[in-house]
Each structure stands twice: as C-alpha cells, then as structure tokens.
C-alpha cells in the first residue's frame, strides 16, 4: 500500500467544465487527490463575466503546468476525442515530465 493517495492533475479544455468536475469525484471517491483547473473563464467567452484577460491566460496556463508538477498522472478529460491546443501543450509537458497520461474518451492518442 502506498505511503499517500494518487496525485492526479485534470487537464481539458474549460468548456469541459461538468464533465471535470465529474472525473473529480470519481477520483476523490476512489481515494485520489485531484487538482484540476479552478478558473473555467475563457478569453473568447460570450458574456463578460466570463471571461479572462489574455494576461490571466497565460498565468493560469503557468499554474497548471506547476500542477502537473505535482501530480504523479494526468488525467485528460476529452469529451467527443477533442483536444485543444492548451491541452496539447500540457500533454507534451506532462509526458516530457515523464508524467504517465490518460484520457476519459477512447480515442488515438494525439501524440
């Protein structure tokens, strides 16, 4: 048995925001602890409360490749096989990290 719980990072694209949350307990309730994405604003978002500077962008883009960092796997959440391109880029850094990755939708891998 382990020392601790299973680190798991949720990566995805925002608009993916239910379907996180539901991974996020599936993995709480099997014993995980999950970090994941805790702003789901978008810089192209309709409203405008919803939505992020391109400076806050790219400092939450930062703070989730910090928690990659942490995480011992990386869960990509991708509904319908997409994967957008900051996603893409958590991919690559997780796996450069050497950081195993799975994802919710049977899909090929966009490696």
């Known amino acids: 048995m382990p ?7 949720i990566c995805g694209s925002t608009r993916f925001a239910e379907e996180m949350a539901a991974a996020n307990r599936d993995l709480t309730f099997a014993g995980a602890i999950v970090v994941a994405p805790g702003v ?15 400076e806050q962008k790219r ?3 930062a703070l989730h490749l910090r928690k990659i960092d942490l995480a011992d796997r990386v869960l990509v959440v991708n509904p319908g096989g997409y994967v957008g391109e900051s996603t893409s880029r958590e991919i690559a850094y997780a796996r450069a990290t050497g950081k195993p ?11």
């Open 3 to 9: 020392d601790r719980p299973e680190i798991v990072c």
């Open 40 to 54: 789901f604003a978008r810089t192209d978002a309709r409203e405008p409360d919803e939505r992020i500077t391109a």
């Open 59 to 61: 400092a939450l883009d």
């Open 101 to 111: 990755v799975t994802f919710t939708d049977s899909m090929t891998d966009p490696a």
